[in-house]
Nanobody, 118 residues
């Protein structure tokens, strides 16, 4: 069982930057996809960015040009560089890793709060 732990969230002013990291409790191999999701109060969890093995990196339209997804190839975990932050980016951000196995098990972290003040 893989446990994921996010870090790097916090309070930042509009226009600021943050970098989110995701650590795993065990070695991760055979990754199908990895990425970041977020959930704002009263809203559904949404994709921020992800990369599917052998494919392109996908970004939500709202973060294109501002956020960059990085992959730690040694640890098979994602990080997220966020720039030009806006108040509407305020949410709990979750790390996600899906393994390339028959059942495609999906693992989530507990989330890290990002708050952007206006």
């Amino acid at each position: 069982q893989v446990q994921l732990l996010e870090s790097g969230g916090g309070l930042v002013q509009t226009g600021g930057s943050l970098r989110l990291s995701c650590a795993a409790s065990a070695s991760i191999t055979n990754v199908f996809s990895m990425g970041w999701y977020r959930q704002a109060p009263g809203k559904q969890r949404e994709l921020v960015a992800n990369i599917i093995s052998g494919g392109n990196t996908n970004y939500a339209d709202s973060v294109k040009g501002r956020f960059t997804l990085f992959r730690d190839n040694a640890k098979n975990t994602p990080s997220l560089q966020m720039t030009s932050l806006k108040p509407e980016d305020t949410a709990v951000y979750y790390c996600n890793v899906v393994l390339d196995r028959l059942t495609r098990p999906s693992y989530w972290g507990q989330g890290t709060q990002v708050t952007v003040s206006s």
